[in-house]
């Protein structure tokens, strides 16, 4: 073995060279070295398996156990090993030693001579390991009261590597439970997996004359080469100096000389962050940062581990990430003038062909010769780390390993060419050595934002949160949710396979993520107050909850579940195309991919078990990643060779539900009918106070902010709009924050109300629905929203219309609604299926439902008659009340709706005082065939057409408060 770097005290040494010469003179003695510091996990469990491995093939290591499974049962100083998984559950059904075999187990007394703890994070033991009579006197008597007496169980799995014929390397899962008289009691069986490396020195372990004798040297080097691959570094050095820095790196950043209290520290290490969040680059983050361009840079996101990097008083720099026990050496040492130097980089490990590196790649700097710079602008400190970098250093080499520190290239952003710059950047990804997973925009701000260095702010400044500019852009493709899985219940159906299609059992899985705060109600007071900067609106819990996933943007409640088929009796992960990967056990930690174009509930497909984690994603990350999939910022966007969608488009893709089989036909009925009918309407009225009837979700607030309207939204549904993800306030306060305007912003321009349009408004009741808290009755009759007559330029009611058909009452209420309302020459507008072209249909198809669907033959659409009589003919409420029942599968859901009649309309219109307009009251047909032929136009399939023309749009504009004498003929449209 070559040379080690590793240091030990003296007393180390004295102890390790005591106890091992006991070990070679005396074979009662084991002498071992176990790892404690940190605590072995499943991470470095496997790195130091995967060593082991590696060494078998290269080197003098033998592999002599592999998954070789015992059961210790210990009582008193007496320790009883099982052996093979047939006889371990052999006992857990009997709990009897004596119905084993004799050679399926062994017992052996065994005592302590000495334990010490070794300065590198160690401790070595003496012991003694003897094998009793099992039918002695002395265990017989344990034997005899064997039900009487409590045991320990330790269920063990055991790997073992012997190199240098005289080291065991033991690398042991286990599972132990608590203190009982039966393995069954002692839910041994069930407890979470814990890990142990140790390394014991057996000089006679072929069992020949020829003894190995202890070398400290060698045994060094091994202990160093384990500890390194556990540790996951390439130099190990005293704990307590790694503790010391860490010590300093506080003291820096507090600018506190005075002694810490570490264990204080280390318990609310979440306070004292400075590294900021990145946040995912979304659609409307993109269009916000493009137009502020000039005030950002660009660099390659490289696939590594972000790291800290603190410059020791000794002037070398030591690394740790977020989830660091320990602080890493790395040899890299500066000139002693730049200590109290702090980085934010990523440290990368192999290059693109996977050969093995040491880089840390600087792309911030926090804190210069120990002073806070985080309040300069990130040019400033862009420089402080290009002078500490390009300093003289001195560097250690470790194995043929020379760790080397690099500062970024960032590349500035300009408005013009901005996709220029990112295409330069993606060049650069490909030309060099890494491999990088996206782009990294961070702007020439302070450290997470300006606002935090109020000069009227004093003590610590916590600038690691999220920071909304500094934006990560990633390749949708690569992003995966770690959810934790629940097995619910077996389902069969057919599988895909090599050979063809076969019947298989599936699993129905729910998926969960972490919430930290309790949802609620996003309502009228919550809007205010988070305008007013309050946030009072959020619920925290006491600890975070694991629970369902539920998505918004789009809404889809089916995301929360998955089916996984079961194959062999196993569920497991899919590796290359088969499902033949790591098995899933029930409430795993499971990341998962999304095709959000398979069938429902085959959509997510797992990918690798997350034994790193005790806990899935947090619903805010897991949702920006849902939004990815839906909205994706691809390459080609960030290039400049696809535009950014608009928000129109933007807004298309979230109220598709997720179901994106009839995305042209709603672009075709939001960007084309419904643009048309704000156009010519708000957008010709002087004033521009609007009352939406039936406003939902709030989808066309877009809509209120192009035209600068002042709106009064009505809804018959309260959850519509205080839904805490996707609620119309929700929304509101989204775009008002998208822009920037939240602060400023009047309450009072756009209100949504939730109240039942068939009941007169100047009722306040009418106001006064199940779960509102009578906040919009209250609302209503304190700013007298409805007092005043026609005081509205235009009214709105899309696809909701029926409704009001249902009876005379609600339809003269209606009405008189409108009327209220309106002024002279203001419009009333709006569309939804023509009741003569729904009847006409049905009739031809002699009371058959109409069924529609898709280019894939899936149905979209089915309208079923629920009326006698004729329809239309007498032109009087007669033609009220005409129930049809709609099913349209994007909502999944049947619904009564009530056909239209509008000559009876327009009449009624007429009488109010209302002219129909029409060149812009028709048939969705002749919206389709006047769009302009250029690249925008959307195009239908004739499954689509057929589906799309039932609708018809109306506009009436008010020439009267009354009646007057004139030709009907030439004001109502016959079409």
Partial sequence: MSVTRMELSLLDIESINKNANKAYNDDQYEFECIITTPKVNVD??????????????????????????????????????????????????????????????????????????????????????????????????????????????????????????????????????????TLRDSNTLDTTE?????????????????????????????????????????????????????????????????????NIIKKNKAKYRISPNVVSLSMDRLRVMKSKAIEYYVTPKSDGLRMTGIINKNGELYLFGSKSELYMPTGYIFDEKYAGSVFDGEMINQTKDSSLIADYLVFDCYFYKGKDVRNKFFEERLELAKEIVNSKTIVESFNGLNPRVILKK??????????????????????????????????????????????????????????????????????????????????????????????????????????????????????????????????????????????????????RYVKLPIIDGKIRCKNNEQWNGTKISNNDIVEMVYDKNAEEEYRWTPIRIRKDKDKPNFYKVALDIWHSYYLPVTKEIMTGNEEIPTIDEQIDTYYNDGKRTDSNLRKFHRLCVKDSLFENTIGKTDGKKLLDIGSGRGGDIPRYFEYDAQVIGVDNSVDNLHHQNSGAYMRLFRKLKQNGTNKNYNPNKIVFLSG???????????????????????????????????????????????????????????????????????????????????????????????VYRNTNGTETLRIRKNYDGNFGKNGNVSSLGKEIQVLVQSIDMIHPEYLVDFDFFSRKMFELGFKNVPEHSKNFEDYYNNQKNNSKKIVLSQEEKSESFLNRTFVFQRFSYGPENIDNSKILNKK
């Avoid at 704990?239 to 820096?252: A, G, H, L, M």
């Fill in 194 to 262: 814990k890990h142990e490396i140790e390394i014991e020195y057996v000089p006679n372990i072929l069992n020949t004359d020829d003894r190995k004798v202890f070398e400290l040297d060698n045994w060094k080097k091994l202990i160093e080469t384990i500890l390194c691959s556990c540790r996951n570094v390439w130099k190990i050095v005293c704990i307590r100096d790694i503790e010391d820095v860490e010590k300093f790196y506080y003291k820096t950043i507090l600018n506190n000389d005075s002694d810490l209290d570490m």
């Fill in 756 to 850: 039942d349009a068939g009941k007169l408004f100047t009722n306040s009741s009418t106001f006064d629905l199940p779960n509102s808290n009578g906040i919009y009755k209250n609302y209503v009759k304190d700013n007298k929203i409805f007092d005043k007559q026609h005081t509205f330029n235009v009214a709105t009611v899309f696809f909701s219309l029926h409704y009001f058909f249902k009876n005379e009452s609600i339809f003269e209420n209606f009405l008189k609604n409108i009327g209220h309302n309106i002024k002279i020459g203001g419009y009333f507008a709006g569309c939804c299926y023509d009741g003569n072209i729904i009847h006409n249909k049905l009739n031809e198809n002699k009371g058959v439902d109409l």
């Fill in 44 to 181: 470095s469990f496997t790195r130091v398996m995967n060593l082991c491995r590696k060494k078998t093939c290269t080197e003098n290591w033998k592999n002599i156990k592999d998954r070789s499974k015992s059961l210790d049962i210990t009582i008193g100083s007496y320790r009883v090993s099982i052996y093979g998984i047939h006889y371990i559950e052999e006992y857990f059904k009997t709990d009897k030693l004596t119905n084993l075999p004799s050679n399926a187990w062994n017992v052996i007394k065994k005592e302590k001579h000495d334990s010490e703890k070794l300065s590198i994070g160690c401790k070595i033991n003496l012991k003694t390991e003897n094998f009793v009579d099992k039918n002695g006197a002395d265990f017989g008597n344990v034997l005899a009261n064997w039900k009487k007496l409590k045991k320990t169980f330790r269920l063990k799995n055991r790997y073992s590597y012997l190199v240098d014929e005289r080291y065991s390397v033991d690398l042991t899962v286990v599972k132990s439970g608590i203190i009982e008289y």
């Fill in 410 to 559: 960032f590349i500035s952003n300009t408005t013009k060419g901005f996709h220029s710059e990112c295409i330069e950047c993606f060049k650069d990804i490909d030309e060099n050595i890494y491999e990088n997973d996206g782009l990294i925009f961070t702007p020439n701000d302070k450290v997470g934002g300006n606002d935090l260095y109020d000069k009227n702010k004093s003590g610590f400044i916590k600038s690691g949160k999220d920071f909304y500019r500094l934006l990560k852009w990633k390749d949708f493709t690569f992003n995966s949710i770690d959810f934790k899985i629940r097995f619910m219940d077996e389902h069969e159906r057919p599988l895909k396979t090599e050979s063809g299609y076969v019947m298989s059992k599936f699993m129905r899985c729910s998926l969960s993520v972490t919430y930290d705060q309790e949802p609620q109600p996003f309502t009228r007071e919550s809007f205010i107050n988070n305008l007013n900067g309050t946030e009072n609106f959020q619920q925290y819990y006491k600890k975070d909850l694991v629970k369902e996933f539920k998505p918004f943007d789009p809404e889809d409640e089916s995301a």
